[in-house]
């Protein structure tokens, strides 16, 4: 285990010292801030707290950004080492490679972790300190959802960087699942839905749908997360339709993280050095 | 019998269709210093990554001090490998003591001995606290020798150790592998740089196209190229005719001298059936190049 813990170390002073911290932390916080701010000041006197608007907007964001700085984090991570030289002599040493995989993951999600809830905590915390507060409960499932969502993204972005030769590919191929994840993926599904009229989709087939991409499975986990949230997101009414429950859509993100890093592992096992 | 460091058994490689490596036998001992010479892609860094287990062999069994590289065994294996890969690279945002570090806590060894080692390779106190991306060559090469010496490994692979250093360097590269090997560590190196093997390595292996050609020591590898060393003989100005008519046969060549060539085992007869008037000799021993050379003229290309 010494390894795993070794490579995570170096990891995160890699992300400490060529300010990937930094620089994540200060864009998740500045973001929140200003959502934070301009979002809560037209709720007025809306009987929903000023967290749970956070929190729909937070949510929104998080699910364009952080499945974007996670891919960003990971899909240099194994191929960027093998094009710069520096695998073949790690590899010598008396590590396993799923040492380095799970090493290198607990470093990039420590980094993630620490920028989101640094990040999003000082929206939350400014918000509750000028406003009456609100629900807590609902701030918290949207960090930790966070946390996991790029968890999934690190660990689908490993497999990108095990599979490929060159960083370019990489990067492209990285650029391309943010794309059809956060953005293609929901348009199609509603192009399909539309053009089928509800005839032979119904709503499981939906759910199952949205299972299969872990920013849907995000989005719905926070946006219906709690009855606060619920109601001022809109997802009130469609509370009756969506079958899932929180624990369902975590299990489905958590499986979204456990998928891809088996994947990378089992792909990076195979591969020539 | 004593146990093999290292053994190849008709080791194969291939990367889809070009066969990088193929039907290499190799044995090396407990503490034998042993050079892998032959051009850019004969096979020789393809060989050492095969021992390492960061490639599959497509046929044939290799096993490094009892264990399969690419087996369970592999790590505990690593543990007492030493590496140094060809084109060193190392993460350059750390510092040379850094690096150090990181690499002597991967095998279990204490930063003590990192510090020592640096000292020992003759790293500067300065530079050991430097990001390693400002590194010269030479620096790096010293650091990455450096960190092959942890863990005080009984196996040492060495890709390349003196390409790219100056005379100076190598030298003291030299000096410190004849350290290791009095420590009783088994040494593979491998070079296209043939002259600067000879006298520091016990045993020589040719490689050609992923074949092995030869594998000996220098003068076995000599009689195998089928080059015999030639003798030079200079006459004093004062020498008779007389003189001359004993050298028939020998061609003149610069500088005034005159050649021939002659068998090993026949140099002492002929030296001392040279003429009074011979005022100088010299025997030339087939370098290692013109070793390598021959090898590579065999149109079978087998020793």
């Known amino acids: 285990m010494r390894p795993l813990f070794l490579i995570a170390a170096k990891e995160v002073r890699d992300g400490l010292r060529n300010r990937w911290v930094l620089a994540v932390t200060a864009l998740l916080a500045l ?19 000023a967290l749970a608007v956070t929190v729909v907007s937070l949510s929104s964001l998080s699910i364009f950004l952080l499945p974007l700085i996670a891919l960003l ?7 960027g080492e093998w094009e710069r030289g520096t695998l073949g002599l790690l590899l010598a040493y008396p590590v396993a490679r799923w040492q380095v995989v799970l090493g290198k993951f607990v470093g990039h999600v420590g980094i993630l972790a620490f920028a989101t809830a640094l990040g999003y905590g000082a929206a939350g915390a400014a918000v509750a300190l000028t406003s009456d507060g609100g629900e807590w409960d609902g701030f918290a ?62 709503a499981g087939v939906v759910n199952w749908l949205l299972l299969l991409n872990p920013a849907d499975a995000y989005r719905m986990l926070n946006l219906a997360g709690t009855p606060d949230v619920r109601l001022f997101s809109g997802m009130a009414g469609l509370a009756g339709d969506v079958r899932l429950s929180p624990g369902a859509l975590a299990t489905a993100l958590a499986l979204w993280v456990v998928g891809p ?13 | 019998m004593t146990p093999r460091s290292i053994v190849l058994d008709r080791v194969s490689k291939s990367f889809g269709r070009q066969v ?16 892998l010479v032959g051009h850019n892609g004969a096979g020789k860094s393809t060989l050492i990554k095969l021992m390492l287990g960061l490639l599959h062999p497509s046929g044939g069994r290799v096993s490094v001090l009892g264990e399969n590289p690419t087996g369970g065994g592999g790590a505990r294996m690593r543990r007492q490998i030493g590496y140094l890969p060809e084109n060193v690279a190392l993460y350059p ?27 020992r390779v003759g790293l500067p106190a300065d530079a050991a606290n430097r990001a390693v991306g400002t590194y010269s060559k030479g620096m790096r090469q010293r650091l990455a020798l450096a960190q092959a010496m942890l863990g005080r490994p009984r196996v040492m692979l060495l890709d390349e150790p003196t390409s790219g250093l100056d005379p100076a360097l190598r030298q003291s590269f030299y000096a410190i592998l004849r350290t290791l090997r009095a ?54 100005a004062t020498a008779p005719a007389s003189a001359s008519a004993a050298l028939a046969g020998w061609l003149p060549v610069a500088g005034g001298m005159l050649e021939c060539s002659c068998a090993e085992e026949d140099i002492v007869a002929r030296l001392r ?27 079978d290309g087998a020793a």
């Not at chain 1, 959802?145 to 590919?169: E, K, M």
């Not at chain 1, 890093?261 to 050095?273: E, K």
């Not at chain 2, 390595?201 to 074949?211: F, H, K, L, S, Y």
């Not at chain 2, 092995?212 to 200079?234: C, N, V, Y």
């Open chain 1, 31 to 49: 973001f929140a801030l200003t959502l934070a701010f301009l979002g809560a000041a037209p709720t007025g006197t809306v009987k929903t707290g």
């Open chain 1, 73 to 79: 984090l990971a899909f240099d991570a194994i191929v």
């Open chain 1, 141 to 202: 499932l949207l960090v930790a959802s966070s946390v996991l969502l790029g968890a999934a993204f690190v660990a689908i972005g490993y497999v990108i960087s095990t599979l490929v030769r060159d960083r370019a590919s990489a990067a492209g191929l990285a650029i391309g699942v943010w794309l059809v994840f956060v953005l293609i993926y929901d348009m199609a599904l509603l192009g399909v839905l539309v053009a089928d009229q509800g005839r032979s989709i119904g």
């Open chain 1, 261 to 273: 890093l088996a994947a990378a592992i089992v792909i990076f096992q195979r591969r020539q050095i």
């Open chain 2, 20 to 35: 990088a490596v193929a039907e290499v036998d190799l044995t090396l001992g407990p503490g034998e210093c042993v050079g």
């Open chain 2, 93 to 119: 945002a750390l510092t040379g003591i850094e690096t150090m570090a990181f690499y002597a806590a991967l095998k279990g060894e204490s930063v003590v001995r990192a510090r020592e080692l640096l000292d």
């Open chain 2, 183 to 236: 420590d009783g560590a088994t040494v593979l190196l491998s070079s296209h740089a043939l002259a600067e093997l000879e006298g520091e390595v016990d045993r020589i292996v040719v490689m050609n196209q992923g074949r092995k050609l030869a594998d000996g020591d220098l003068s076995t590898l000599r009689r195998l190229a089928g080059i015999t060393p030639r003798l030079r003989a200079r006459l004093a």
């Open chain 2, 273 to 299: 059936d040279l003429p009074e008037a011979v005022a100088a000799v010299e025997i030339l021993r087939p370098s290692l190049d013109e070793v390598y050379a021959a090898f590579l003229r065999r149109p």
